[in-house]
């Protein structure tokens, strides 16, 4: 479908379009609260139904209208009585008015461009909840939105200053593959660099090594975030290890890719598919990003270009530096551990998005 002629447009009052893409911002804030909750333990979006997670009362459609059925259930299933977390609310306000900001910033120039970018924006907010409380950025986010900011280019070359399909597709590739091979470089140099990290845990703590994530006592990390080398390796003392069919007592522990070596015995890993130790450290690979961070990248540069690649990675690093800084003046030092590198990039790329004229002017006047 092509986007409404600009007379069209033009014969509409602005802020018509205002009212509705926040109403249509919190409508879709109210199916990205659907996909942070089930996309990182791999559940469907789509099926079931929206429904209570504590009772599973499946909700009807009218008490699932954004903002409206939180206040008007005042944070509560409306079968069970358990409380909502007010996230939900959060999500669906803080969607609708991104939603906005991208009309009233973008929509007096292009009705396509806005958007554009309120799609950018959805993929950043369920992205960086997402990232906050697993860790993870999930593939539907990162590659699929390689995927579509290609094709979204190529349909509407604009969203790139662009004119033709061709210059589209060609500056959504360019962004995509700088954005990956960049940060993918960083990441590399990075393994090289800081090597192994040790991580204390509370006395007596139990880890689980399953076919495919390290689980530890407050958090999940996948094997694709530890393992990029053969070399890599985790490693700690466990004074308990269980096997399938086997107990270990107070042994040395060593797992990489290629083996795992447990006291002076030796087996291959891709035997082992359940491992359970009780241990109070471990030293695990250490990288300065991780993989999910190289395609978030590359999909941010697939829709808004390789300068704002360059652009994220730098401002990242400053934002990322002040939160450290800000942590350790606030004496939360341990706190600046436990925040993942993709909501920085995130908001860096929101800082591209709306400032991005400014930003070029700025740099083309020193």
């Not at 802020?15 to 609260?33: D, E, P, Q, R, T």
């Not at 539907?140 to 662009?162: K, R």
């Not at 030796?266 to 241990?279: G, S």
């Not at 450290?281 to 961070?293: C, I, K, V």
């Amino acid at each position: 479908m092509a986007p409404p002629e600009p007379s069209t447009l033009a014969a509409v009052p602005f802020h018509f379009w205002s009212f509705w893409f926040f109403v249509f911002g919190c409508l879709v804030g109210s199916f990205l609260n659907v996909c942070i909750h089930r996309m990182p333990i791999g559940l469907s979006v789509v099926t079931p139904p929206s429904h209570c997670p504590h009772c599973k009362y499946q909700i009807p459609f009218y008490l699932n209208i954004p903002l409206v059925t939180w206040l008007w259930l005042r944070g509560q299933c409306a079968n069970c009585s358990a409380p909502i977390s007010p996230r939900y609310f959060g999500v669906e306000l803080f969607t609708g008015l991104a939603f906005l900001a991208c009309w009233l910033a973008f929509g007096g120039k292009s009705f396509v461009v806005p958007i554009a970018y309120c799609v950018v924006l959805a993929g950043f907010i369920v992205a960086t909840l997402i990232d906050f409380e697993h860790f993870i950025i999930p593939d539907e986010i990162t590659l699929g939105g390689i995927a579509v900011g290609v094709l979204a280019s190529g349909f509407f070359p604009e969203i790139h200053g662009a004119t033709k399909a061709a210059e589209g597709l060609k500056a959504a590739a360019i962004g995509a593959v700088v954005g990956w091979g960049l940060v993918y470089g960083i990441l590399r140099l990075g393994k090289l660099l800081f090597g192994q990290q040790k991580v204390a845990l509370p006395p007596q703590s139990q880890i689980i090594f399953t076919e495919n994530e390290l689980r530890l006592p407050d958090e999940q990390v996948p094997y694709e975030e530890l393992f990029y080398r053969d070399s890599d390796s985790v490693r700690f003392h466990a004074t308990r290890l269980e096997m399938v069919d086997r107990c270990f007592w107070n042994v040395d522990v060593r797992l990489s890719p290629a083996s795992l070596r447990i006291g002076e015995e030796t087996f291959d890993p891709t035997t082992v598919h359940h491992l359970e130790a009780v241990t109070d450290q471990l030293s695990l690979p250490r990288e300065a990003m991780g993989f999910g961070d190289v395609k978030f990248m590359s999909a941010i540069g697939a829709f808004l270009g390789w300068e704002a690649v360059l652009f994220s990675l730098t401002a990242s690093a400053f934002i990322g530096s002040f939160v450290g800084v800000t942590l350790i003046l606030c004496k939360r030092r341990e706190w600046s551990a436990r925040i993942p590198y993709g909501p920085y990039i995130a908001l860096a790329a929101v800082i591209w998005m709306f400032g991005q004229g400014r930003i070029l002017h700025w740099l083309e006047n020193r």
